[in-house]
């Protein structure tokens, strides 16, 4: 990982995000970018400035860290911004659900995560696990056909923390897609294998009934303090009813557990 980016938009979050990938960043030995987009061309400027400032204040090596200030519709325009060096890793905070007024790394991080060609670790205001010591992942099993991406992005990041994979299933009778549960897990086992990070297979009793598997895999996780969830930014067809309800639980989860989103 040559370069890690940070989303700024100057509220307490956003400390904790600088925090979190300053130390991530120094561990991996990569490149440190802090992105603000602006709203209008008029705003550059002061954006910019501000930026700087927040950086002096809060980061412990600002003059390491590289200012990306970009304008526009944040979703639209962040792509193109982090298009110009392309990082591995893109580190948010999300402030959760806190009503209607709020700024859009909150109740909007699904959408902002799904708007990023680019892998992406969200973490809460409440959070409490340092990032660059991880070395517990939890890596849901799901049906979807592009489980491939969530594979090799999660390989990296084990790779990087010498972190142990806990390849999680939740026993769900009836739902019909058992065959390509155990295809993705013979492919996920295999392929974590090859890369010599050690595995553990965890099937879980179904004891939440909900409409979505976030409850109960959350739970799970904070119980056996596995520090980080792996999950695919993306909807899966075959998750359409309660994939996007779902994401947004994980993400915003009150035990302030570390969300890796895939995306490709």
């Known amino acids: 990982m040559k370069n890690i980016a940070v989303l700024i938009d100057f509220t307490e979050g956003s400390i904790t995000a600088l925090v979190q990938a300053e130390t991530f960043a120094k561990k991996i030995?990569?490149?440190?970018?802090?992105?603000?987009?602006?709203?209008?061309?008029?705003?550059?400027?002061?954006?910019?400035?501000?930026l700087?400032?927040?950086?002096?204040?809060?980061?412990a090596n600002s003059q390491d860290i590289k200012l990306e200030v970009g304008e526009g519709n944040?979703?639209?325009?962040?792509?193109?911004?982090?298009?110009?060096f392309e990082p591995s890793l893109v580190i948010v905070c999300t402030h959760g659900i806190k009503g209607m007024f709020q700024h859009l790394f909150g109740a909007h991080i699904l959408k902002l995560?799904?708007?990023?060609?680019?892998?992406?670790?969200?973490?809460q205001e409440n959070n409490q696990t340092d990032i660059s010591s991880i070395n517990k992942?939890?890596?849901?099993?799901?049906?979807?056909?592009?489980?491939?991406?969530?594979?090799?992005?999660?390989?990296?990041?084990?790779?990087?923390l010498q972190a142990e994979v806990y390849l999680y299933k939740i026993e769900r009778p009836g739902m019909g897609y058992e065959d390509q549960l155990d295809q993705n897990f013979q492919h996920a086992k295999n392929a974590f294998t090859e890369n010599k990070i050690t595995t553990h297979r965890v099937i879980d009793e179904l004891q939440i009934i909900s409409a979505g598997y976030s409850r109960q895999t959350i739970e799970y996780a904070y119980k056996n303090q596995i520090q980080i969830i792996s999950l695919m930014a993306s909807v899966s067809n075959l998750d359409l009813?309660?994939?996007?309800?779902?994401?947004?639980?994980?993400?915003?989860?009150?035990?302030?557990?570390p969300i890796l989103c895939c995306m490709e």
Do not use: C, W
């Not at 009813?241 to 779902?246: I, Q």
């Open 74 to 84: 944040l979703f639209t325009a962040l792509p193109t911004i982090l298009g110009r």
């Open 137 to 160: 992942i939890l890596f849901p099993l799901g049906p979807h056909p592009d489980f491939s991406i969530k594979i090799k992005q999660t390989i990296a990041l084990a790779l990087i």
């Open 241 to 257: 009813l309660f994939g996007v309800g779902d994401k947004e639980n994980f993400m915003v989860n009150t035990y302030g557990i």
């Open 52 to 59: 700087t400032q927040f950086l002096e204040k809060y980061a």
């Open 113 to 123: 995560v799904q708007s990023i060609p680019y892998p992406s670790i969200v973490i």
């Open 29 to 50: 030995g990569a490149t440190l970018h802090a992105v603000n987009i602006a709203p209008s061309p008029d705003k550059i400027a002061s954006a910019t400035s501000n």
